[in-house]
């Protein structure tokens, strides 16, 4: 039996918020912050791997531009993203433990110059295609789990309405998890092989049809709010309570800091940045 790390009093004083909550408690990084201060190294290590995600935007900014500002909750600094770029150039190992190993691999696809559309994927897909892949291998089961979710969901969406303006769906569809191999593979059906093997298959498939686009993001994000509640149910006060309580805070930082009106303007210009990308009907 594994005999977990307990945080008594720091759960015990952390705040209570709701999906529809107004104000935060706290901002994500201070959050961070906190936990930097009270969790095992064990713990803080499965917490660094989810938060790569600011480091995967750092490294492909400076492949970009070697002068792009970096997002500061990435964990490597510049000066270390830059070393194992030079390190990539020179076949050099990586032996530093905080270095991720999808990191090398995706350096040296973009110096070898691999078409960023092979396959259909951009270099953004690219890397985080790596990332999912690298969390769903983490040694923690909610993680894992909200890894493997979220990849899900992305790849769900992605299906449905690639299928829906006529694009072709096995091109953007990221990871390599059952779900997306079986999307790949079945692109033509008409569940895409999946409504037997993914459960919330009908679920994404109703909030897919919400014609109101800040609608549709508010009822994605409470769907993911209530799997980390269904999934940590029986947790209080340990690893999983605080990691799911993380995303939780993210879920209401985002929607916190954007109005309806400032939220339609922003899915907005995404969409017309998906259309400029890959020329989708006006009506997208």
Known sequence: MIFKNQYYYFVAGLPDFAFDSMK???????????????????????VNKYFLKYDNDNLLSLLKDKNAI?????????????????????????????????????????????NPHAGG????????????????EVKNSLMSGWFEFNLNIGNVFSAIYARKYGLDTAKYIVGS???????????????????QELEYYDTLLRISEEPDIYD?????DKFRWDWL???????????????????????????????????ERVFRELINNLKNETKLPEDF
């Open 121 to 136: 994927h951009l270099w953004e897909d690219m890397l985080t295609s790596l990332y999912m892949d690298y969390g769903r």
């Open 24 to 46: 935060l408690p706290f901002t994500t990084e201070e959050y961070r912050g906190m936990l930097n201060e009270v969790l095992k190294p064990e713990d803080r290590k499965l």
């Open 70 to 114: 970096l997002n500061l909750m990435g964990k490597l600094s510049r000066e270390e993203i830059e070393d194992i770029v030079s390190k990539a150039k020179e076949d050099l190992p990586l032996k530093d433990s905080k270095i991720p190993p999808y990191f090398e691999d995706y350096i040296k696809r973009w110096l070898g110059e691999e």
């Open 216 to 220: 549709r993001e508010r009822k994605i």
């Open 177 to 195: 998890n059952k779900t997306a191999r079986i999307i790949r593979e079945n692109a033509h059906a008409r569940d895409f092989g999946i409504s």
């Open 229 to 263: 509640e269904e999934n940590t149910a029986f947790d209080y006060f340990n690893i999983e309570y605080i990691f799911a309580y993380l995303c939780k805070l993210q879920i209401l930082e985002r929607w916190v800091n954007l109005n309806a009106e400032e939220g």
